[in-house]
């Protein structure tokens, strides 16, 4: 640590002499920072092309940055991990913010800021096949990897103790891709990241885990050697004021606290009702959505979790329809008829937005949704109760991972006893918003599914008379 400290004074003597300009001052002066990223529900991806919203973990991470430096974000997408890996090394660009693993071999040729996340290397099978034990059990299958990846580094340090360990790297494909081909059965094996299992699993429902390769390895941004150490500076200030205000567990919730427990039975049949259900109420979803300015996917995902699209359902405490309203919303909300759809639809829309202008206006989106789907399960009077339990515990009320950790205490006696509204079950709107987040994701999922087969099926079309 000593000599990084003098290393670091030494660049600033020089930059004081005119010998170079930071590289943090570069950056700036450019008005730009050029950022190296990959596609993948894990790092940055196109969630409404219509409206040209970009999402993923790591392009949410590196947009606050470039927002801290007041700069614009360049984001830059090489063809495969590779050339990425070569662009950092020869300082083509700023940083790689695309889920990297620090590894030993790559710490000899790139320099790493701080690991923001742990990640364990996890070896895929298929659903139907047999499940391998451990790598001895590869030899009859094809194991196919991402091309200059970790898991190379790591099935080669297996393959001293196993010679007869052999895999094939694959130049194009990145780790959806390969868990794609595992789940169309074009592959045995892949090793993909744990997160990357658990965000494509929505996608590739038989995909499994048959063993991990590897133990917990850290993820950080890459930056070319010849940083001068301004630019790594600024980005481990920003690691920590992310991680002092809460705002770095926050997007790791905002991506991956709906995923962790994947549920292959729910999510195939979703999936079923999709095509044999949800047609029939699509356009009342859609046009209550818009009524009452709310993602129609959301509300579909909130009625199947409430009903299963079954208008007829009734639960053992008299809640009914689609939306599953009680009696006194049902009043509220001037629905006449609980199980006519369009009205309970357009009901538990209007119910929504009721409660969320109930709440402060402090309270921004995604945890308003939340917070205000919390009270749509549970009641109102219960969520507050369950915020000023975590305001008291120095959590913060208006943010919905805080608040999530401190519902369950609401069947407490401890805890329940202390608040005006008593007890409640407060795990079930845990869980709850989970499922809707849940079949929200295999919504947007399928509707981009549709979209890339629609655009497909324009490009075969052939015109009369264009042959």
């Not at 392009?59 to 470039?66: A, G, H, N, P, Q």
């Not at 427990?261 to 079923?272: G, K, N, S, V």
């Not at 995604?366 to 399960?377: E, K, Q, S, V």
Request: proline fraction near 4%; hydrophobic fraction near 35%.
């Amino acid at each position: 640590m000593k000599f990084i400290s003098l290393l670091l004074i030494f660049l600033g003597f020089l930059v004081a002499c005119g010998e170079a300009v930071p590289h943090l001052e570069e950056i700036r002066e450019r008005g730009e920072l050029r950022v190296l990223t990959r596609y993948g529900p894990t790092t940055y991806y196109v969630k409404d092309a219509k409206n040209g919203e970009l999402a993923g973990f790591e392009y949410e991470l590196v947009k606050k940055f470039s927002e801290q430096l007041n700069v614009k974000l360049k984001i830059i997408v090489p063809d495969n991990l590779g050339d990425m890996l070569h662009l950092i090394e020869e300082g083509k660009a700023d940083i790689a913010a695309a889920g990297l693993t620090i590894t030993p071999d790559r710490q000899d040729n790139i320099r790493f800021g701080p690991s923001y996340d742990k990640v364990i290397q996890q070896l895929v099978y298929r659903l139907g096949n047999k499940k391998p034990k451990n790598l001895t059990d590869l030899n009859e299958g094809q194991l196919e990897v991402v091309a200059a990846s970790s898991h190379v580094e790591k099935l080669k340090s297996h393959q001293q103790e196993i010679p007869s360990l052999t895999w094939t790297e694959n130049t194009e494909l990145d780790s959806s891709g390969l868990l794609e081909l595992v789940q169309l059965e074009l592959i045995d094996y892949t090793v993909a990241d744990s997160n990357e299992v658990a965000a494509n699993q929505i996608k590739f429902p038989e995909l499994r885990v048959a063993f991990n390769l590897s133990d917990p390895q850290p993820l950080a941004w890459a930056m070319p050697f010849s940083e001068d150490g301004s630019l790594a500076n600024e980005m481990a200030t920003f690691f920590d004021q992310m991680d002092e205000s809460g705002d770095l567990s926050r997007l790791k919730e905002k991506y991956y606290g709906h995923i962790r427990h994947f549920d292959y039975l729910d999510t195939r049949a979703i999936e079923r009702r999709i095509l044999t259900r949800l047609p029939k109420y699509q356009t009342m979803f859609q046009q209550a959505g818009e009524k009452y300015g709310i993602d129609w996917r959301l509300l579909a995902a909130i009625s199947y979790q409430e009903s299963h699209w079954d208008r007829h359902a009734v639960s053992p405490t008299g809640v009914k329809g689609l939306m599953m309203l009680t009696q006194s919303t049902a009043k509220l909300m001037k629905v006449s008829d609980r199980e006519d759809p369009a009205q309970s639809i357009e009901g538990g829309a209007a119910y929504l937005v009721s409660i969320k202008k109930r709440l402060p206006e402090r309270i921004n989106e995604p945890d308003r949704t939340w917070i205000a789907l919390a009270a749509y399960n549970i009641g109102l009077g219960h969520v507050e109760d369950a915020r000023k339990l975590t305001q008291a515990d120095g959590g913060n009320p208006d943010l919905w991972p805080d608040v999530k950790a401190h519902l369950a205490l609401l069947s407490k006696r401890k805890w329940y006893e202390k608040t005006k509204h008593g007890y409640a079950r407060g795990g079930e709107p845990v869980h709850y918003i989970q499922n809707i987040r849940r079949y929200h994701d295999i919504l947007l999922q399928q509707q981009a599914n549709n979209e890339v087969n629609a655009d497909a099926e324009k490009e075969n079309t052939i015109l009369p008379g264009a042959l």
